[in-house]
C-alpha cells in the first residue's frame, strides 16, 4: 500500500522541466539544457543531514532535497560560509571538521539525540594534489580521513539512531568515477574504498529497512574541479563531451534517497558522462 501510494503522489506530482544555463562550450557560449526533474513533495517530513552541504555538490543536493520537502542539515567546516548557505536555504547546521574523528562523534551524536533523521548524505570530500611519488603522510591522512574514515563513523552513528529508532531511512555516499581508476593516490584509494564501504553496510543494515547506496559522478563542475576547469565551461573529453553539473547529480540523488530507490541496495551508480568507462587516469 505504501507503494501504490507513493506511485499515485508521483503520477499528479512528477514533471520535468527544461533549464537552459549558459556555458562557454567549445569556446563559444551555448545554453547547455538541463532536465531538472520534479518529485514534488517526495520527501515530505523526512530529516536530512548532508555533510559538504554548503558548496558543490552537496550544497545542490542540500537544495534539491529541501525542494522535495525536507528538513535539512548541511555539515561544513567553515563557519562563516557554512552559516552563510544554511541562511540562504532556511536550514539548520553543524560546524564541524570532518577528519577530526572524535569531534565527528561528539557534535553528532549530542545534535541528533532529540532529532529523527531519515536521510544521510556524505557528500565531504577533497582532492590531493600532490605529485605521485611525492605523497606525504599528512597529506595521505588527512585525505583518507575526510574522504573515508569520515564517512564511516557518519554511516556507524547515523546507522545506531536509526536501528535505535526503528526508522527505515537511507544512507547515500558520494563517491566518484576515479574509483574505477588506477589507485596511485589517496583520492582514487579513498573513493575505491568508499565502494566497499557502501556495499559493507549496506550488507548489514538492509535486514533493518535501511537502504545504502552510493553515487560516482564523473568530473562535475564544482570548486573542487576549479583548478583545471573554468566554472562556466563544461567542455570535457569524455563521451559525452562535457563535464556534469551539481543540479544533475542531485536530481539522481533523491531518486536513491526515496522510497523510489528502495530497491538499489548496496550499488554504486555511476554518473559519469561516460567517464566511467576508461580506466586511465584522466
Not at 18 to 24: D, F, I, K
Not at 182 to 202: E, M, V
Not at 215 to 222: I, M, N, S
Request: hydrophobic share 40%.
Amino acid at each position: 500500500m505504501r507503494f501504490i501510494k507513493l506511485i499515485k503522489q508521483l503520477a499528479s506530482n512528477f514533471a520535468t522541466s527544461n533549464r537552459a544555463t549558459l556555458y562557454s562550450w567549445r569556446n563559444k557560449k551555448t545554453a547547455v539544457v538541463i532536465k531538472d526533474v520534479g518529485f514534488g513533495r517526495i520527501l515530505e517530513n523526512k530529516h536530512a543531514i548532508v555533510t559538504g552541504g554548503s558548496s558543490g555538490i552537496g550544497l545542490a543536493i542540500a537544495k534539491k532535497l529541501i525542494e522535495c520537502g525536507a528538513m535539512v542539515t548541511i555539515v561544513g567546516r567553515n563557519p562563516e560560509k557554512t552559516q552563510k548557505v544554511a541562511q540562504e536555504l532556511n536550514c539548520n547546521h553543524i560546524i564541524l571538521d570532518l577528519a577530526d574523528t572524535h569531534e565527528l562523534l561528539e557534535k553528532v551524536s549530542n545534535y541528533i539525540k532529540d532529532k529523527h533523521i531519515d536521510i544521510l548524505v556524505n557528500s565531504a570530500g577533497i582532492t590531493d594534489k600532490e605529485p605521485w611519488l611525492e605523497k606525504t603522510p599528512e597529506n595521505f591522512d588527512l585525505v583518507m580521513g575526510t574522504n573515508l574514515k569520515s564517512v564511516y563513523f557518519m554511516c556507524q552513528t547515523i546507522a545506531k539512531h536509526m536501528i535505535k529508532n526503528e526508522i527505515q531511512g537511507h544512507i547515500l555516499n558520494v563517491s566518484s568515477s576515479s574509483s574505477m581508476r588506477p589507485g596511485w593516490g589517496p583520492y582514487q584509494l579513498s573513493k575505491r574504498a568508499l565502494n566497499g564501504l557502501t556495499l559493507g553496510f549496506a550488507d548489514k543494515l538492509a535486514p533493518k529497512g535501511i537502504t545504502v547506496n552510493a553515487l560516482a559522478p564523473g568530473v562535475t563542475v564544482t570548486p573542487m574541479t576549479s583548478s583545471f576547469m573554468d566554472s562556466e565551461n563544461l567542455a570535457y573529453y569524455n563521451p559525452l563531451r562535457r563535464a556534469e553539473t551539481p543540479e544533475e547529480i542531485a536530481n539522481l540523488a533523491v531518486f536513491l534517497v526515496s522510497d523510489l530507490g528502495a530497491s538499489i541496495v548496496g550499488d554504486t551508480v555511476m554518473i559519469t558522462g561516460g567517464s566511467g568507462m576508461f580506466t586511465s587516469s584522466r
